[in-house]
C-alpha cells in the first residue's frame, strides 16, 4: 500500500515537473491576444530579431509601460511617449526639436519610432549601434529626461507594481539595467509599419491600386528620390549632407566619427508616414511637404559635404510637386498609427 | 512487476530533469580550479591614494587622482606547449574606489602549468556595440557612452594646477574601438617558468599585478597637463593608449 502510494506521489511529481519545465507558454491566457513580431512580405530578414531577448505578452506590456512612464524622467514630467507620440508616427508633432525635461528644447527633431528592428544605427549621427542601448542616450541626456539608470532603477524597485511586473517579463523580481532596455525593446522593435497603401499596392492585396497621380508620383520618386529614400524603409541607412545650409550649426556624423569629410550629414530619413512626421529635416526646419519639396527644387547650398547627386538640386515643376506628394501619402499606414496595442493604456 | 512499475516511476522524473537542464550541463573529463587577480593600484611605486596625494607625471606636473577604473578582460592563458584556454565571459571592471573590485576571481579554469597570459585592457570590439549587458558590463558603472556607443576602457579623472580645464580638471575617458582612434589594447606578459602559474584542483594561486596610473601619461609620448587634460575618446585617446598599452600592468609576482 504505502510503495502504491510512493509510485503514485512520483508520478504526480514528475507530472509537475513537465509542467515547470512548460511554464512559461502556459501562462499566456488564451483570450489574451499574443504580441508578435511580423515582418511584412516585401521587407528583407530584420536586424534584430529577438534571439536574445524572448519576446512574450508580458515583456512587451512592461516595455509599454516604462516607454509611456513620465516618473523615469528627472522632473517627472517626460516619457519617452511624450516625444515619440503614437499620432504622430512616434515622432513629436509640431516640434521641431525634442521637449526634455524642465523645458528644455533639445538640438534635434525627433525621429518616428518605425520599423527599428532593421535599423543597425540610431539617432540622426547614427552614434547608438544597437536598438536595445538607444534609450539610455534619451535617458541620460541632460535636455531630454535628464536622468541616470541608476535612478531609473531604484524607482522601480521601490514602486508597484513593477516588480511584480518584471517577475511576469523575467521570472524574477531583479530589476536592472539590462531588463528594462530588453523590456522597452520587446515594444520599441515591434513598432513595424508596413501596411500602407504603397505596401499593399506592391503585395498586389486586395485589388488596390494607386490613382494616377500617386503612379506619376511613384515613378518621379523613384527617378528622382529613392538613391537615397531606397525601398521598402524609404531610407538607404546612409549619411548625408542635403544642402540645408552652406556651413551647419550641427556638426551631425562628424560627432561621432571624428571625420571632417562627415561634417553636417545626418542620416537619411525614413519617408514612412511622412504626412504625420511634420516638421521635416534634422532640426525640423520645415513644418509641410512643400516646403521640403522647394527646397530640394531651389534651395539647396553648396554645402562643404554635399552630396553629389544634389549638386544640382531636384528640379521640379509644380505638377510633379504634386504627384510626389500625393504618392508619399500613400506611405501613411493608418493600421500602425491606429493600433490600439501600442497606446498608452 | 512492481519493482518495474517503481522504476518506470523513478526513471521518468530523471529524464525530464536532464531533458530540463541538458543545454547547460556538460560533462568533461578535464579538472577545473580556480584561481586569482590582485591588482594593486599605485602610481610610480607609491600607493594610489584617491583625492589626497599630490603626484608627479613625466613633465614634473603635479596632480591628484579622483577617480581611476579600468576593464580587464578576454583573459587567456597559455602553456609552454603552446595550447591557449580562454576564459569565457571574462569582463572585469576594477574600480580604485571599491577595494572588492580589486581581487578578481577566474572559476573553472583547467588546471595546468600556465606560462603566459594576456588580456585586453578594455572591451573587445563586439560588445562595444551589443545590446543591453549586465554585470561588469552594465552601463550603470558609468563607463559606457551613450550618445556614441561603446565603452570607456579606462577612466582616470583628477586635477592638476597646470590644468587649463574649468578648477583645473583632468578628465581622461579612454575608448573608441574604430579606426582610426581605435584603444582596443592587448597586454601580455610571460610568467617566469620556473614558478609558472600553478592551476590545480588543490590550489589556488594568486596572480599580483602592480598597477601604474601614471603610465597614462608617458611611455611614448609624455604628456603635459597645459596641453592635454581633456579625451574622450578620438586621437588624444589614442595618444594615451599609446603610453599604457606596455606600461600600466606589471607582474610583480605568483602566490603558488
Known amino acids: 500500500m504505502l510503495r502504491k502510494i510512493t509510485v503514485i506521489a512520483v508520478l504526480l511529481l514528475s507530472t509537475a515537473m513537465m509542467y515547470a519545465c512548460s511554464k512559461n507558454e502556459d501562462e499566456i491566457t488564451p483570450e489574451e491576444k499574443k504580441i508578435t513580431f511580423s515582418i511584412p512580405a516585401n521587407f528583407p530578414a530584420p536586424a534584430y530579431n529577438f534571439e536574445d531577448n524572448k519576446l512574450t505578452n508580458a515583456g512587451f506590456a512592461l516595455g509599454k509601460k516604462l516607454f509611456y512612464e513620465a516618473r523615469l524622467s528627472a522632473d517627472k514630467s517626460v516619457s519617452c511617449g511624450s516625444c515619440h ?67 531609473i532603477v531604484a524607482f522601480l524597485k521601490s514602486t508597484a507594481p513593477y516588480p511584480d511586473l518584471f517577475k511576469q517579463a523575467f521570472g524574477s523580481t531583479e530589476i536592472n539595467s539590462q531588463l528594462i532596455l530588453k523590456s522597452i525593446t520587446q515594444f520599441t522593435a515591434v513598432l513595424v509599419s508596413g501596411n500602407s497603401k504603397y505596401d499593399k499596392v506592391t503585395r498586389k492585396e486586395g485589388g488596390i491600386s494607386f490613382s494616377a497621380a500617386e503612379l506619376a508620383g511613384y515613378n518621379l520618386f523613384k527617378e528622382k528620390c529613392s538613391s537615397c529614400h ?24 562628424s560627432h561621432i566619427t571624428g571625420v571632417s569629410s ?84 | 512487476m512492481k519493482l518495474s512499475q517503481y522504476l518506470l516511476a523513478l526513471v521518468c522524473p530523471i529524464i525530464l530533469l536532464s531533458s530540463c537542464k ?136 583628477g586635477t592638476s594646477p597646470q590644468s587649463t580645464d574649468t578648477g583645473n580638471k583632468l578628465t581622461f575617458h579612454i575608448g573608441g574601438v574604430t579606426d582610426p582612434n581605435n584603444t582596443i589594447r592587448t597586454f ?38 597645459a596641453s592635454l587634460n581633456f579625451t574622450m575618446g578620438g586621437a588624444n585617446s589614442v595618444i594615451v593608449a599609446n603610453n599604457y598599452t606596455n606600461g600600466l600592468f606589471r607582474l610583480d609576482h605568483i602566490h603558488n
Open chain 1, 230 to 253: 531606397a525601398e521598402p524603409f524609404f531610407t538607404d541607412f546612409s549619411y548625408r549632407s542635403n544642402g540645408l545650409d552652406l556651413v551647419s550649426t550641427d556638426e551631425g556624423r
Open chain 1, 262 to 345: 562627415d561634417f553636417g550629414k545626418f542620416r537619411v530619413p525614413t519617408l514612412r508616414n511622412i504626412e504625420y512626421t511634420s516638421p521635416y529635416m534634422h532640426d525640423g526646419r520645415f513644418y509641410s511637404l512643400d516646403e521640403v519639396l522647394e527646397h530640394y527644387n531651389s534651395g539647396v547650398k553648396s554645402s562643404a559635404n554635399l552630396d553629389p547627386q544634389l549638386k544640382n538640386g531636384i528640379p521640379l515643376s509644380s505638377t510633379e510637386k504634386e504627384q510626389i506628394k500625393a504618392f508619399l501619402k500613400t506611405l501613411t499606414d493608418n493600421e500602425f498609427i491606429k493600433n490600439t496595442l501600442y497606446s498608452e493604456s
Open chain 1, 85 to 151: 507620440q503614437q499620432f504622430a508616427a512616434f515622432t513629436q508633432l509640431d516640434h521641431k526639436v525634442s521637449h526634455g525635461v524642465n523645458n528644455c528644447q533639445g538640438k534635434r527633431n525627433t525621429p518616428p519610432l518605425v520599423n527599428l528592428a532593421w535599423q543597425k544605427a540610431f539617432f540622426w549621427d547614427g552614434g547608438v549601434k544597437n536598438i536595445e542601448t538607444s534609450p539610455l542616450n534619451a535617458i541620460t541626456d541632460a535636455c531630454e529626461m535628464g536622468t541616470d539608470i541608476e535612478t
Open chain 2, 22 to 157: 541538458k543545454s547547460t550541463e556538460e560533462v568533461t573529463p578535464d579538472a577545473k580550479s580556480t584561481f586569482s587577480i590582485e591588482f594593486e593600484n599605485q602610481v610610480n611605486g607609491s600607493p594610489l591614494v584617491l583625492n589626497t596625494t599630490t603626484y608627479k607625471n613625466a613633465k614634473g606636473e603635479d596632480f591628484k587622482i579622483n577617480i581611476f577604473k579600468y576593464y580587464v578582460s578576454n583573459i587567456k592563458l597559455s602553456k609552454a606547449d603552446g595550447t591557449t584556454y580562454l576564459i569565457p565571459e571574462s569582463y572585469f571592471l576594477i574600480d580604485a574606489s571599491k577595494a572588492e573590485s580589486t581581487n578578481i576571481t577566474l572559476k573553472d579554469v583547467p588546471t595546468g602549468d600556465y606560462t603566459k597570459i594576456e588580456y585586453t585592457i578594455g572591451v573587445d570590439y563586439a560588445r562595444n556595440f551589443a545590446g543591453a549587458q549586465t554585470g561588469a558590463l552594465d552601463p550603470i558603472n558609468g563607463m559606457f557612452w551613450t550618445w556614441n556607443s561603446g565603452y570607456i576602457f579606462v577612466k582616470l579623472e
Open chain 2, 188 to 225: 601580455a606578459t610571460e610568467i617566469n617558468s620556473a614558478n609558472p602559474l600553478r592551476v590545480r584542483t588543490d590550489g589556488k594561486p594568486n596572480m599580483h599585478f602592480i598597477v601604474n596610473a601614471a603610465a597614462l601619461f608617458t611611455g611614448k609620448t609624455d604628456i603635459s597637463f
